[in-house]
């Protein structure tokens, strides 16, 4: 290459360097104007939101105890979100006649019309925030609605507000088909998400006096080919959580039903240790023994809830192979009063090393606690 030649002028090279630093220089300060730009225009709607809750949250209370009194209608969208924001606080926490009069006023004050208006934007993320508020308001009449869209919405986030929506009213057979045609599917969701919407669907049979007509629903979905059986297994547990007694035969058959399947073993042993009676006791000690230490882990977890009788054949799991039945076997016998105590006291002194450590571990963590 001959002396003093450059593939690049070097006075070129430097505009360029200079021009990069500039645009650079003027990104960053862009950015920083917009960020206190956005700051700012965050905290005056903010305040103007809860200066506009402050106007009505007294217009509300005084719209409940006197039903003649005029309530002004929102006129722009801030103010329409921010009633909506006030009703679905009080329905929270609101009941009976005041409930019904809460969901009156979200109709005549717009606040449905404005946010099924909302819920056919473009925008999936309109569509989210409409039915999320929707569904927060638990108003029946609008299941045809949440039906029509769980037929229609392609994006998942707004079928699982809107399954949600429908798990708060649900009443009917129609509704749990509409749930189950969504939670069926293995990539929707989680199985906790879809526990949690059959908590919500229990409690409102049970709002509606129907605990009896869910229990038939859950005697057919037992048997219903169509619906996973990882489905029916949270279906078991949200039965467990929400103690719903009426249900107790069910999970007993569907224990026998499904009893070469450990998962669906482990939900029914929940459930049941949740509800108690004589016909839990009776399932936990037939699965102390089970080939599988999960089912062996759960069903010793619950073993204190059977008769003292229990201890002499919950001492043999201290035994076991799997740290956790162990544990939890010492866990249950500590809470099974004298005889399990005793039996732990004398495990204490076995010559098998790991069961002296757990039942010395948990005598030691009694002495604590006492």
């Known amino acids: ?17 200079i021009g990069i630093i500039y645009f650079m220089s003027a990104s960053v300060v862009c950015l920083f104007v917009s960020v206190i730009v956005h700051k700012a225009y965050t ?31 929102p ?8 009633v909506a924001d006030i009703l679905i606080d009080m329905l929270a926490s609101i009941s009976g006649d005041m409930e019904k009069q809460l969901k009156r006023l979200a109709s005549g ?113 037992e048997t219903a080919p169509d619906i996973p059986v990882l489905v029916k297994r949270d279906i078991i547990e949200a039965c467990g959580s929400e103690a719903l007694y009426q249900a107790r035969g069910v999970i007993i058959h569907f224990f026998d039903t499904f009893r070469d399947l450990p998962e669906m073993k482990i939900a029914c042993i929940r459930a049941l240790g949740k509800l108690g009676g004589e016909e839990a006791c ?19 977890k619950n073993a204190h809830l059977c008769p003292d009788d229990i201890a002499a054949r919950l001492a043999e799991s201290l035994h076991d192979e799997n740290y956790y039945v162990r544990i939890n076997t010492a866990i249950s016998l500590s809470r099974l009063g004298h005889a399990g105590i005793e039996m732990l ?25 006492a």
Not at 2 to 15: A, E, V
Not at 75 to 82: P, S
Not at 345 to 369: C, W
């Open 1 to 17: 290459m001959p002396h003093g030649y450059h593939l690049i002028d070097p006075y070129l090279l430097k505009r360029i360097l």
């Open 282 to 300: 009776v399932i936990i000690k037939s699965c102390l023994g089970d080939g599988d230490w999960r089912v062996r882990a759960v069903d010793a």
């Open 109 to 221: 004050l717009g606040i449905v019309e404005h946010y099924r208006k909302m819920a056919g934007s473009k925008a999936s993320t309109r569509r989210f925030v409409a039915m999320e508020k929707l569904g927060f308001l638990r108003l029946p009449e609008l299941k045809p609605f949440y039906h029509e869209v769980l037929r229609t919405e392609g994006n998942s986030g707004v079928i699982a507000r809107t399954v949600l929506a429908l798990s708060l009213i649900a009443d009917s057979e129609e509704d749990i088909r509409a749930i189950n045609d969504v939670v069926k599917n293995p990539l929707f969701m989680s199985s906790k998400f879809t526990e949690y919407l059959y908590t919500n669907v229990i409690k409102s049979f049970r709002n509606h006096t129907l605990e009896d007509t869910f229990v038939g629903l859950l005697a057919r979905i």
């Open 75 to 82: 006129a722009r969208k801030v103010e329409t979100e921010a």
């Open 345 to 369: 006291q004398k495990a204490s002194n076995s010559g098998d090393r790991f069961t002296r450590d757990v039942s010395q571990y948990i005598l030691r963590d009694m002495e604590i606690r």
């Open 43 to 73: 905290e005056s709607m903010e305040n103007l939101i809860n200066k506009i809750k402050a106007t009505y949250i007294p217009m509300i209370s005084r719209k409940l105890i006197d039903d003649s009194y005029e309530l002004r209608r």
